[in-house]
C-alpha cells in the first residue's frame, strides 16, 4: 500500500460530500472545515482531478465531531450519503443493476474504487457468490468509510447488507429486499441496441431521400421500408460490436465507461449472457435482410451491393481477424457506412439511379459521424492500447488526436461550402452551417477535458447533437429548395 501523503480521491468526492453536508454545518461551519483541513478548491476543479486523501479524511472526521458525538459512529452514514448522491449522477448504471448486489460489488471493485482513488489496486475481489462476497481494501481510508462504501453501494440496488472484518478482508452478507424492481426488458433492448444512437441512421436516409424528392421521386412507403432496414443492420451491428468487444477483452479493461464510451456494459455488469446478445446481433441482422430483400426485389437488385457493404463495414467493425477499428481504420469505416452507402442506397431506393449530388450531400454527414466516433475514442485512449485495440487515437499524440477532431469537423462544413460553391448542392443547405457554433464549443470541451472521460461527456455529447441537427438543417434546406425552385 502507498504512503497515505501519496493516496488521492477524485475531486467528486469532495463535490459529493459538500453537496450533502454544507447546508448541515453552515457557512461558517464549512468554512472551517476548509481551513482546518486544508480543503483542495474542489468547487473550481474538474470532478476527475485527484486531490489528498489525508486531508479528505479530515474533513469526514471534522463532520462525525460537529455533527456526530466524535468517536468514528456518523463516519459510516456520511459515505453512505456520498455513495446515495453518487447513484443520482449514475442512475442508468444503478438502475440496471437493482436486485444485483453481487454484481455492484464486482463492479465497485474493478471500476468504481479504482476510479475514485487513481488506484487500480485500490480494492480486490477475494470471492463472489450470489449470496455473499469478500474483498480487500488495500488503502487509507478511514475504517468507517470502507464499511460505509461496501453498506452504501449494496442500498443503492436494494440489499441489506451485514459485513463481517476479518484478517484485512471484508466479507458481506446480503438480503435483497422483496420492493427491490427489476430492470425491464425494454430498457436492456434499449441499453443493448443503444437505440437513442439511430440518430446516425436517420440523418442520412433523410437526405438521400431528399436529394431523390427534388429530382422528382418519392415514395413514402419506400421511404419507411429504407429506414426500418437501415436501422435494423445498424442496431445489429451495435449489439455485434459489444460481442466482439467482449471476446477481445477491451470493455473489461476499460474502468472509465462513460454513456458514448466502453460499450453498453450490459455482459459486463452481468445483465445479459454474451450468448443472448449474439442471438439478437443476428436477429436484427435476418431483419434487415429481409427488409432488404424486399426492397431489392421492388427496386432492384443493385440495392443488394449497398446492402452488403453496408453490413460489411459494420461488421468488419470489430469482427475478428479483419476488425477495422483495431487497425486505426474505425473512423474510416463509420464514415462511409454511415455517408455514401446510405446516402446512395437511400437515393437509389427512389430514384433508381445514381446521383452526384447525393455523394457530395453524403460527405459532410460522413465526416460529422466519423467526428462523434473519433470523439467518443478519447476517454478509451489508454484502455484500448492496454486491451490492444489500436484505434486511430491510440496511434497519434495527443496533441495529433485533438487537432485531427478539429480537422474532421471543419472539413465537413466546408464540404457544405464547397457543394454549394460549385452548384452541386442547392444554396437552403447552408442552414447546416448554422451548427459551427455547436461544433465550437465541441472542440473547445475537448481541448480542456480530453484527460477526464466524465467532464468530455459534454463534448460527446454535442458532437452528435452538431451532426444529428446539421443533417435536419440541410433536410430542412432541401424541403425549401424544393417548395421554392428559385431558393
Not at 472526521?61 to 460537529?66: C, E, G, P, W
Not at 449472457?273 to 442471438?279: D, I, Q, V, Y
Not at 430542412?476 to 424544393?482: E, M, Q, R, S
Request: charged share 15%.
Amino acid at each position: 500500500m502507498k504512503p497515505i501523503e501519496e493516496q488521492t480521491v477524485k475531486a467528486l468526492s469532495w463535490q459529493l460530500l459538500y453537496g450533502n453536508y454544507r447546508s448541515k454545518l453552515g457557512a461558517e461551519g464549512w468554512e472551517r472545515l476548509e481551513q482546518k483541513v486544508g480543503a483542495p478548491a474542489f468547487r473550481k476543479m474538474d470532478s476527475d482531478e485527484d486531490c489528498p486523501m489525508a486531508s479528505f479524511n479530515e474533513a469526514v472526521l471534522f463532520i462525525d465531531r460537529q455533527l456526530g458525538s466524535g468517536d468514528g459512529s456518523l463516519i459510516e452514514e456520511i459515505t453512505v450519503a456520498s455513495v446515495e448522491r453518487w447513484a443520482s449522477i449514475f442512475r442508468n448504471l444503478v438502475a440496471q443493476l437493482q436486485g444485483r448486489p453481487q454484481k455492484m460489488m464486482e463492479i465497485f471493485c474493478t471500476e468504481v474504487h479504482p476510479y475514485f482513488l487513481n488506484d487500480p489496486g485500490a480494492s480486490q475481489i477475494v470471492e463472489s457468490d450470489p449470496d455473499h462476497f469478500t474483498l480487500r481494501m488495500d488503502n487509507g481510508l478511514l475504517e468507517g468509510f470502507k464499511t460505509g462504501l461496501i453498506e452504501g453501494f449494496c442500498n443503492i440496488v436494494g440489499a441489506e447488507s451485514v459485513i463481517e472484518k476479518s484478517n484485512g478482508s471484508y466479507r458481506v452478507h446480503w438480503k435483497v429486499r422483496a420492493e427491490t424492481p427489476r430492470p425491464s426488458r425494454w430498457a436492456l433492448f434499449v441499453n443493448a441496441t443503444r437505440l437513442p444512437f439511430l440518430t446516425a441512421t436517420l440523418v442520412p436516409v433523410l437526405l438521400g431521400t431528399a436529394v431523390a424528392w427534388r429530382d422528382g421521386a418519392l415514395n413514402l412507403g419506400l421511404f419507411i421500408l429504407t429506414l426500418l432496414g437501415a436501422a435494423l443492420f445498424h442496431l445489429g451491428t451495435n449489439v455485434m460490436n459489444d460481442y466482439f468487444d467482449h471476446r477481445s477483452g477491451a470493455d473489461e479493461a476499460n474502468l472509465t465507461p462513460t454513456p458514448f464510451s466502453g460499450g453498453s456494459r450490459l455482459i459486463q455488469r452481468g445483465l445479459i449472457e454474451p450468448a443472448s446478445l449474439l442471438r439478437l446481433a443476428l436477429g436484427l441482422y435476418i431483419g434487415g435482410t429481409v427488409v432488404g430483400l424486399v426492397l431489392a426485389a421492388l427496386r432492384g437488385q443493385e440495392l443488394l451491393l449497398f446492402g452488403l457493404a453496408g453490413f460489411g463495414l459494420g461488421f468488419l467493425y470489430t469482427a475478428p481477424p479483419v476488425r477495422l477499428v483495431h487497425r486505426g481504420l474505425g473512423e474510416l469505416a463509420v464514415g462511409l457506412g454511415f455517408g455514401p452507402v446510405i446516402v446512395l442506397g437511400s437515393y437509389w431506393v427512389q430514384a433508381q439511379h445514381w446521383s452526384g449530388e447525393a455523394a457530395l450531400v453524403s460527405v459532410p454527414v460522413g465526416l460529422l459521424i466519423a467526428a462523434v466516433l473519433y470523439i467518443n475514442e478519447i476517454p478509451d485512449r489508454m484502455w484500448d492500447a492496454k486491451a490492444g485495440k489500436r484505434t486511430i487515437i491510440t496511434r497519434l499524440t495527443l496533441a495529433m488526436s485533438i487537432n485531427g477532431y478539429a480537422v474532421l469537423m471543419a472539413a465537413a462544413y466546408l464540404a457544405i461550402l464547397a457543394g454549394v460553391a460549385v452548384g452541386g448542392l442547392p444554396l437552403p443547405t447552408l442552414l447546416g452551417l448554422l451548427t459551427v457554433p455547436m461544433a465550437w464549443r465541441a472542440f473547445q470541451g475537448l481541448r480542456r477535458h480530453h484527460a477526464y472521460p466524465y467532464r468530455l461527456i459534454p463534448a460527446n455529447a454535442t458532437t452528435i447533437f452538431a451532426h444529428l441537427f446539421t443533417g435536419l438543417l440541410m433536410f430542412l434546406g432541401y424541403v425549401v429548395a424544393v417548395l421554392i425552385p428559385a431558393a
